[in-house]
T-cell receptor
């Protein structure tokens, strides 16, 4: 399945490095999401973009910086990360997302980037 | 209180067994409910939506109990390939994921 793709699939970086995660969706969706999945924890929503506009930022540290140049692409720029940021970072998309309203959309996930911060 | 709670398991069942998972949610205004499946080191994939009237897809049956605020997933005639983590998802103003219930089907 190639509906939502993510690169790289694996990333090892030092705390002083700068790297970017990329997500691309081929489903014609208008909403895109970044999630963090750590061991033994539920998925944590980080950011939501709807029609290229950021609609939610769940108190994510500024060392994570999202960018959404168009409805099909989403980036997560990383800098000066900490070892506790090591996790699986998942991108998802859905047809639409209206902030503040209940959503009935189904989300489709990319394969994730497994990030290790040394 | 967590938005969504699941028993993490693990559930270890023999092939052919029937197994059921429950998931409780805290927001009575939640509108949509889903079960996702996540294989080890893979992304979550939609297994099925959960409708108010209950719904069935082959060996899988999902039910919603709004009064008690829980959803359930029943798997009949378990296969080895059903081994995975099953995530309960509830929508409010965002998607809320449970921690998942681990299932291992044993030969």
């Amino acid at each position: 399945e190639t509906g939502v793709t993510q690169t790289p699939r694996h990333l090892v970086m030092g705390m002083t490095n700068k790297k970017s995660l990329k997500c691309e969706q081929h489903l014609g969706h208008n909403a895109m999401y970044w999630y963090k999945q750590s061991a033994k924890k539920p998925l944590e929503l980080m950011f939501v973009y709807n029609f290229k506009e950021q609609t939610e930022n769940n108190s994510v540290p500024s060392r994570f910086s999202p960018e959404c140049p168009n409805s099909s692409h989403l980036f997560l720029h990383l800098h000066t990360l900490q070892p506790e940021d090591s996790a699986l970072y998942l991108c998802a998309s859905s047809q639409d997302r209206t902030s503040g309203e209940l959503s009935t959309d189904t989300q489709y996930f990319g394969p994730g980037t497994r990030l290790t911060v040394l | 209180r967590k938005e969504v709670e699941q028993d993490p398991g693990p559930f270890n069942v023999p092939e052919g067994a029937t197994v059921a998972f429950n998931c409780t949610y805290s927001n009575s205004a939640s509108q949509s409910f889903f079960w996702y499946r996540q294989d080890c080191r893979k992304e979550p994939k939609l297994l099925m939506s959960v409708y108010s009237s209950g719904n069935e897809d082959g060996r899988f049956t999902a039910q919603l109990n709004r009064a008690s605020q829980y959803i359930s997933l029943l798997i009949r005639d378990s296969k080895l390939s059903d081994s995975a983590t099953y995530l309960c998802v509830v929508t409010g103003n965002q998607f809320y994921f449970g921690t998942g219930t681990s299932l291992t089907v044993i030969p």
